[in-house]
Each structure stands twice: as C-alpha cells, then as structure tokens.
C-alpha cells in the first residue's frame, strides 16, 4: 500500500495567518491526491482533488499543489470555521489511503 | 441534494456479525461506485472497501479482508457492508462514501456514520 505522511500532526495558529500542511507520498501518484477537512463528531468535507482542484463551494482561501510525492495544502488567511483536523488522501490505486492528519488549533 | 444516510451499527461482541446498510437519495446511484471508510475513536481515517458501480468490481483493505462482504442494491439505491467474526479493532464510526469519479477516486460525498462497537 500507499504511505501517506502528513506534517505537523498539530499546528497553532491565529486568525488571519497563512498555515500549510505538507503530506508525502512513499511513491508517486502523479496528481491523485485529494484534501479533506473534519470537524469533531462530523463526516470529512472534500476540499481539493486532483491535488490543487478547489471542489464547489470550497473558500478560495484554500489552495493545494504538488505533484508526485510531495504535496501541500495552504489556508492563506485562517478564519475561525478553520479550526478542524485535514486529511490527505491519495488515490492512485483502489487502495486509497489516508494522511495520519493534522489537527489546527487556536493560539 | 446528495444524502447518504448509514444504519446498522451498534454494540456486538467479539466474534460476532453485524450488516450495515447505507441509503441514498439525490443522486442516480446507480452511476456511482461506493465506499466505506472508518474511523476508530480518536484515531484517523481508514478506506475500508470498494465496489464498482454494476457491483462487479469489489476491492477490500487487507484488515477486513476475508471477514467484510460489501455489495449494494441499485434497485433500492442502498449500499451494505456484512461484518462478519467481528474483533476489538474493528471498533469505529463507519461512513459510506461516494466516488467523485470513476475508476477509483476521491469522495465526494460522506454519509454521517454509524458507530460499530465490538467488546464483550
């Protein structure tokens, strides 16, 4: 299977700061790669596909980018609904396998 | 409006059988191919298996592979997943999923999860 590698596990930010989260890949899966976002008790929202598409309805705060192995997701301008853990996900094979997460808490 | 809407889930010991079920609404289901993923308590997200849109094509995470049955009724626009020999680790929220695309993709759509505790 595919490993995904997210970093930080945890990060603090405040409102208004730029955060990216880095998620690589032990092999390359070309641009398959999605971004999701979970808040407590509540089902993942998808983000971005095909590692830098912006699903419908997605703020356009959110980018992603990458290619290959190394990807990342950035919030330009973190707002207070931000405040949530973010997977990765890759989805080269049918195997799709998910980022361990990262956790964006309020400094 | 996409709904996917799990039932099925609750307490069972271990060893034991339980069948989820996942009904959808808003959508042609029978175009699409479907997931279930899990999530174990304060733990991350786990793809648990795949089935293709005909129901042809059936793919299964090694952890549940062998005890798992997943299949799906477009008639009735549902989507199942038989749980069978049931163990402590397999304890999670369980959500059904929808492909974004074809050929194995992203998900686009989440249901809002059923929670499956195995403990004696």
């Known amino acids: 299977d595919i490993q995904m590698t997210q970093s930080p596990s945890t990060l603090s930010a405040s409102v208004g700061d730029r955060v990216t989260i880095t998620c690589r890949a032990s092999?390359?899966?070309?641009?398959?790669l999605a971004w999701y976002q979970q808040k407590p008790g509540k089902a993942p929202k998808l983000l971005i596909y095909?590692?830098?598409s912006l699903e419908t309805g997605v703020p356009s705060r959110f980018s992603g980018s990458g290619s290959g192995t190394e990807f990342t997701l950035t919030i330009s301008s973190l707002q207070p609904d931000d405040f949530a853990t973010y997977y990765c996900?890759?989805?080269?094979?049918?195997?799709?396998?998910f980022g361990q997460g990262t956790k964006v808490e309020i400094k | 409006e996409v709904q996917l809407v799990e039932s099925g889930g609750g307490l069972v010991q271990p060893g034991g059988s339980l069948r989820l079920s996942c009904a959808a609404s808003?959508?042609?289901?029978?175009?699409?191919?479907m997931n279930w993923v899990r999530q174990a308590p304060g733990k991350g997200l786990e793809w648990v298996s795949y089935?293709?849109?005909?129901?042809?094509?059936?793919y299964y995470a090694d952890s549940v592979k062998g005890r798992f049955t997943i299949s799906r009724d477009n008639a009735k626009n549902s989507l199942y997943l038989q749980m069978n020999s049931l163990r402590a680790e397999d304890t999670a929220v369980y959500y059904c999923?929808?492909?974004?695309?074809?050929?194995?993709?992203?998900?686009?759509?989440w249901g809002q999860g059923t929670l499956v505790t195995v403990s004696s």
């Open positions: 808003g959508f042609t289901f029978s175009s699409y191919e």
């Open positions: 095909k590692a830098s």
């Open positions: 089935i293709s849109s005909s129901g042809s094509t059936i």
């Open positions: 996900q890759q989805y080269n094979s049918y195997w799709r396998t």
């Open positions: 999923a929808r492909d974004r695309g074809n050929s194995g993709s992203c998900f686009d759509y």
């Open positions: 092999q390359s899966i070309s641009s398959w």
